[in-house]
């Protein structure tokens, strides 16, 4: 039989998925540790070897194979631009669409100590913006000749004042650096245009990235390495919200996805305000959004986790007898291999995530804020209105894996919508109980149709 | 060539007609206008200046509450680099009717290059505008406003 491999180079796993397209079934899904740091091929094989068993023999033949990859830390970037809450959000923005890990931004003009941080964070590819097109040029062509000057041996994707392009095409090619220039991702003021800096990541990503990571080893046996696992989850997404050739999505959706380091929110949603009469403020919200909670995880993350939340916002979920809560996230902090066995294990880390998923959702929706005037009341809205979302879908080890999704999952509704948080209201509560979505992004890009039905039949609703 | 402001009504005010009409008067001169709209902070004026490289901020207040809005503008122009820039202001500045001398001198002192008292036409604060940039307006090559 003919069939597909998937496989996503994770940063703790490498999973395998083996699909069969014509009648839309997932034959297998096998997993083991991810060996980057040694040799790639180790875990592959031995995840392999394992998806072969899972077969129980079925005679498979692997026509087609595509991959994805967060290994080793991920797509790393660092974003540059001029005001923190213009033209440096709008980079951040289309860098998290793209499915990258931003571990550093910069505003205005970069200082030399500043060039320092950006060496000691070792990102693949600065982002490097500021300037509407035809606004201020200075501030973009300093950072690029500090970054000509300092790092040239990073690769540098330019998306700012398009009426730089000459003098910083110049600088780059002198410095004989790997450069790619693309429209400027706020093109006009307070006009976010972040599909091409996400296209052009993702291919910088495919063409480059991918040789540094040791993943090109791999290519061999997988196919092209297509793009990073987070913009595999967001394309999965998509596809299911808007649905595809012939057949339909589900309208409006969420994605919260928990992890060991951080906990990733999607939202597939215009967010216009629900009522008239709320003004919108701050710059536009992409349709597609991704927002990245490093201080909120399962493990590396979890003290964070309890410094963010604190012992009752934490207390309210974990009901079981041994109440030293900050001890307890920080040994989980310190062995991010750790897997729950006790029953006091699993109920913990159903309380983590559920107090994670709530604070990361509460983050990416919009706020709602009163202001006085001499008319009256008005209302001002900041960010995505996501009350009127259809369906929140979850994903992640302690929800795919963990004892009580449900109770995880419904936390997130019992979030700050006090103070103005506009959460999703009455979502039908979703699980991707054979944790596929990853999976099936990547699968969408060649085969979209399937890839939504395959979706459509494996995700879980849960009452 | 020096033609690029930023234009809004500041602080909770929400007149928007002035505010369109000035866009049209300052475009049709051959400014490049970038209109913020209403209820627009002073931040936003700010960053908008920023961003774009403007060579004038061009606020509007209509409501009475102009005075409290516009407080610190100047100060917080220095603080982003913007120390040339030029800030006018016009509208309905003051609740009720006061004496425009002391209005103009109280907006002048917060640091407002030029000070408009209400039934200003824009082709008053256009002129004074070419003057005080250096231009000609002849050479923006748009339709004369009048
Ligand atoms: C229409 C109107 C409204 C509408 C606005 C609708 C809208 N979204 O635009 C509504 C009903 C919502 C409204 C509400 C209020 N309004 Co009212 N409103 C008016 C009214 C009747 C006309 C305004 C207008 O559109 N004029 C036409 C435009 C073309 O003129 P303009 O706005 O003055 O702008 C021109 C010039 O001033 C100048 N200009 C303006 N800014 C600048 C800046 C620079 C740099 C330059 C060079 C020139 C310049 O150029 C503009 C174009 O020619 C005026 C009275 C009047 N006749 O002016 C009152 C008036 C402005 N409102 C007033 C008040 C008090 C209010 C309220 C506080 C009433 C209340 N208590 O509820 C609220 C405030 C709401 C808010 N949060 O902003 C007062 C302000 C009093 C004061 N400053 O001392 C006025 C003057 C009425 C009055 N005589 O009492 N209002």
Partial sequence: MEAVLLVDFGSTYTKLTAVDIKNEEILATAKSPSTVETDIMIGLQKAYSSLKERLKGIPVEFAEKYACSSAAG????????????????????????????????????????????????????ILLAGGTDGGNKSCIIHNAKMLAEHLSDISVIAAGNSKAREELEKLFSDHKMC????????????????????????????????????????????????????????????ILADGTEGEDGYGELMVVDIGGATTDVHSIAAGEPLEAGINWYGLPEPYAKRTVEGDLGMRVSAYSLWQTAGYQRIRKYYTGSNSDIEQKCLSLSEQIDKIPVTDDDFEFDAALGAVAVQMAVERHAGVLEKHYTPTGLVYALQGKDLRGVSCLIGTGGVLVKGRDPQRILQATLEGGFGEGRLIPQKPQLMLDSSYILSAMGLLSNVYPVQALRIMKKYLKRIV | MRNTIVLGVIGSDCHAVGNKILDYAFSSAGFKVINIGVLSSQEDFINAAVETDADAILVSSLYGHGEIDCRGFREKCEEEGLSEILLYVGGNLVVGKQEWKTVENLYKKMGFNRVYPPGTTPVAAITDLARDLKIDLSKLGKVKVS
């Fill in chain 1, 179 to 238: 450069y790619r220039f693309t429209e400027n991702v706020m093109p006009r003021l307070n006009i976010l245009n972040v599909e091409p800096v996400r296209q052009t990541i993702r291919k910088l990503f495919i063409e480059r990235i991918v040789l540094a990571r040791g993943l090109k080893r791999a290519e061999k046996y997988v196919g092209k390495v297509l793009m990073p696992t987070p913009a595999a989850v967001m394309q999965a997404a998509a």
């Fill in chain 1, 74 to 125: 991920g797509l790393k970037i660092v974003a540059l631009g001029l005001v923190p809450e213009l033209t440096v959000e709008a980079a951040a923005r289309a860098a998290l669409g793209a499915g990258a890990r931003i571990v550093g931004t910069y505003n205005h003009e970069i200082e030399m100590y500043e060039v320092e941080e950006i060496v000691a964070k070792k990102p693949d590819i």
